[in-house]
């Protein structure tokens, strides 16, 4: 079964410093990761996605992701924060040598709070 | 493109009645997917579809759900009769994925339930 955790509930920075939302994943057999945000009373928008290659992924808005094997993770890490990337973010994986078909699996999600 | 397009987007409702969630997928997509996302069990995968077939249908909770998409532009998601416990917020998705497994979920704005 492949599964995905987000330990953290909330995330708080402060706008112009670096932020990282960790997610952690579990799959048999090779994972597609992706990361997904939430505005308030709208539908998830994709950000990114690793599916194989260079394990530093770039996404929209400046946010970028670092994929690490041997350590099941995938955390979503921002150079410098803006008010404006306070949102929920949820991590997201498929595997597919397992049968998961299309189907991904979504984590509790974090929210990310950016204040001045 | 216009999206994914949900309807109703809000729906308040008494307890026993039926309801009939819409959804259009973006035009080309081979898989339509839905969602429901509460407080408490966080996005839960219900059933999802590829080329208008049900593939995994075992997220759905009970009889009293049932889903139907008869052709490529159209899906609905049918409660009845419908409970409090089933307020929540309806995502459906779709996906240009062609089987590869790879393809990001676009999703709409979703359809707010309220049961009373």
């Known amino acids: 079964a492949q599964s995905v955790a987000q330990p953290e509930d909330q995330v708080k920075v402060a706008e112009g410093n670096p932020l990282t939302v960790k997610c952690t994943y579990s799959?048999?057999?090779?994972?597609?990761l992706f990361w997904y945000v939430q505005y308030p009373n709208r539908g998830l928008q994709f950000l990114l996605k690793?599916?194989?290659?260079?394990?530093l992924v770039k996404g929209s808005y400046g946010f970028e992701a670092e994929f690490n094997k041997s350590q099941t993770s995938f955390h979503l890490k921002k150079p410098s924060a803006l008010v404006s990337d306070s949102a929920l973010y949820f991590c997201?994986?498929?595997?597919?040598?397992?049968?998961?078909?299309?189907?991904?699996?979504f984590g509790t999600g974090t929210q990310l709070k950016v204040e001045l | 493109d216009a999206g994914v397009i949900q309807s109703p987007r809000h729906e308040v409702t008494e307890m026993g009645q039926e309801v009939t969630l819409r959804c259009k997928p973006i035009?080309?997509?081979?898989?339509l997917f839905w969602y429901r996302q509460t407080m408490m069990r966080g996005l839960e995968l219900l059933i999802y579809?590829?080329?208008?077939?049900?593939?995994?249908d075992s997220g759905m909770p009970e009889d009293r759900f049932s889903a139907k998409m008869p052709n490529a532009s159209f899906s609905t998601l049918k409660i009845q009769p419908s409970e409090p416990r089933d307020s929540a917020v309806y995502f459906c998705?779709?996906?240009?994925?062609?089987?590869?497994?790879?393809?990001?979920?676009?999703f709409g704005e979703g359809s707010r339930l309220t049961v009373l």
């Open positions: 998705a779709s996906s240009p994925d062609r089987g590869l497994g790879t393809g990001e979920l676009f």
């Open positions: 799959v048999s057999g090779n994972p597609y």
């Open positions: 690793y599916i194989t290659g260079d394990n």
């Open positions: 997201a994986v498929r595997d597919i040598l397992t049968g998961g078909g299309n189907k991904l699996t």
């Open positions: 035009s080309g997509h081979d898989y």
């Open positions: 579809f590829n080329n208008n077939v049900p593939i995994d």
